[in-house]
C-alpha cells in the first residue's frame, strides 16, 4: 500500500433494488447487471489512478461483494446500523482510517461508466489540501465524487436528493475541471444513452450490446483517455 495515497469508497445497494428509474427499459435482471458492469467500470477506472491506493466498495448484497476483489477493491460488509448509503460510507471511511491512519479520503458514485482514470487523477490534482471539495454531477444537483484533502477531518458525507447543494452547504469546496467521465452518473435512459455517446467502459459497453440497448452501442467504443 503506498503511504500517503487517496483511499477511495464506493457504495453499492441490493441488486434488487437497483435502478429503479430504469424499470421501463429494462428488466430487473437487467438492471442488476447493468448496476455490476458500470460498478466493473468505474473500480477498474479509479484503481488504475497511481495516487488512489485502495479501492473499498461498501455493499450489504453478495453478488456485489463477491465481484469486487476480481476488480482490484476491497470488501467492506455494510453493517446492519447503517440507515443509508450516507452512514454506510461513514463506516466504510472510518474503517479505513482505522487501518491506514489519517489518510485522504474519496467518496465515489459507483455508476460512473465512462470514467477515465486521467480525470480522476486531474481531479485529485485540482482539489485543494485541507478541505473537503466536490464534483457535481452533469444534472448539476447531485455529487459524482467527495473529496476530503486532510486526514483530520471526515468524510461527512450528503450524497442523497440536491446533495450538490447539501455538500456545498456544509463547507466543500465545488471543483470546476472539464471531467465529463466523472460527471456522468447514470440514473436515466437518457444519461446512459450520454454514457454510450461519450464512450462507455468495456463491461458496460458489452451488457449494453448483449441486452441490444440500442442501435447506437453496437457502433460504440471506448474513447481515448
Known amino acids: 500500500m503506498r503511504p500517503h495515497s487517496v483511499h477511495a469508497v ?6 434488487d433494488l437497483a435502478k429503479s428509474r430504469l424499470a421501463d427499459r429494462l428488466r430487473p435482471e437487467h438492471r442488476a447487471r447493468l448496476v455490476l458492469a458500470m460498478l466493473a467500470d468505474t473500480v477498474t477506472a479509479a484503481v488504475a489512478v497511481p495516487r488512489i491506493g485502495s479501492v473499498t466498495v461498501v455493499t450489504p ?10 476488480l482490484g477493491a476491497v470488501v467492506h460488509p455494510e453493517p446492519r446500523s447503517a440507515a443509508d448509503l450516507n452512514s454506510a460510507l461513514a463506516d466504510a471511511a472510518a474503517a479505513l482510517r482505522a487501518q491506514h491512519g489519517p489518510v485522504e ?8 461508466p465512462a470514467l477515465c482514470p486521467e480525470e480522476l ?16 454531477d452533469h444534472a448539476g444537483t447531485g455529487t459524482a465524487a467527495l473529496f476530503v484533502g486532510d486526514g483530520t477531518l471526515t468524510l461527512d458525507p450528503r450524497f442523497g436528493p440536491n446533495s450538490a447543494q447539501a455538500h ?3 463547507g466543500a469546496v465545488d471543483l470546476a475541471g472539464d471531467w465529463p467521465g466523472l460527471r456522468l452518473d447514470v440514473d436515466t435512459a437518457a444519461d446512459l444513452d450520454a454514457a454510450v455517446a ?16 440500442s442501435p447506437e452501442v453496437h ?5 481515448v483517455c
Open 10 to 15: 464506493i457504495a453499492v445497494k441490493n441488486l
Open 61 to 70: 448484497d453478495p453478488t456485489v461483494a463477491a465481484l469486487a476483489p476480481g
Open 105 to 112: 479520503l474519496l467518496a465515489l458514485q459507483a455508476d460512473l
Open 121 to 136: 487523477a486531474d481531479m485529485l490534482a485540482t482539489a485543494p489540501a485541507g478541505k473537503r471539495s466536490v464534483v457535481i
Open 168 to 170: 456545498r452547504a456544509a
Open 198 to 213: 461519450l464512450g462507455a467502459g468495456p463491461a458496460t459497453r458489452a451488457l449494453l450490446r448483449e441486452i441490444s440497448w
Open 219 to 223: 457502433e460504440a467504443v471506448r474513447r
